[in-house]
């Protein structure tokens, strides 16, 4: 296996369109993979075997009034067939070695307790569990106008 792992820029939609299969949730749509890859808040690291890629690890870099700039850590995905080879790892320590080259000063990731493969992975390479009662509240936001384009 010819694996290369890299943070992708604009003009990489092609890569992200020919991911394989599992990798991301969805279809990738060229639109969006243009629209993200154009915005320098949006990053994504993949592993890339004989010109596809089959992981990725995607996040969001941030500013606040009172913080240090954050990598928010949003989704990990990798191919099943190519799971289990340490691709996902290498994926998220990529991501997190470009957060750090960014000027990020923390990064962070959200799992369901019960995703076993998650947990062991962010613990391998050094995430500390925090202990806190959070809830996840999600909000749907439909257009103010039935008309205007959704975020």
Not at 124 to 143: H, K, M, W
Request: net charge negative; hydrophobic share 45%.
């Amino acid at each position: 296996m010819a694996l290369t792992i890299r943070i992708l820029r604009a003009g990489d939609e092609a890569l992200l369109l020919g991911a394989a299969e599992g990798v991301f949730d969805d279809p990738v749509d060229s639109e969006l993979a243009r629209e993200f890859l154009s915005d320098g808040r949006h990053h994504v690291a993949v592993g890339i075997d004989d010109e596809r890629v089959v992981a990725m690890a995607t996040g969001v870099s941030y500013v606040h009034p009172d913080k240090d700039t954050e990598m928010w850590v949003n989704e990990v995905g990798t191919s099943p067939a190519h799971r289990g080879r340490g691709i996902g790892k290498a994926v998220v320590l990529a991501l997190l070695d470009h957060a750090r080259r960014i000027g990020c000063g923390e990064a962070w990731v959200l799992t369901d307790r019960g995703n076993g493969a998650a947990m062991r992975l962010y613990a391998s390479i050094g995430g500390e569990e925090a202990a806190v009662p959070q809830v996840l509240f999600t909000f749907r936001l439909p257009p103010a106008d039935p008309a205007a384009p959704s975020c």
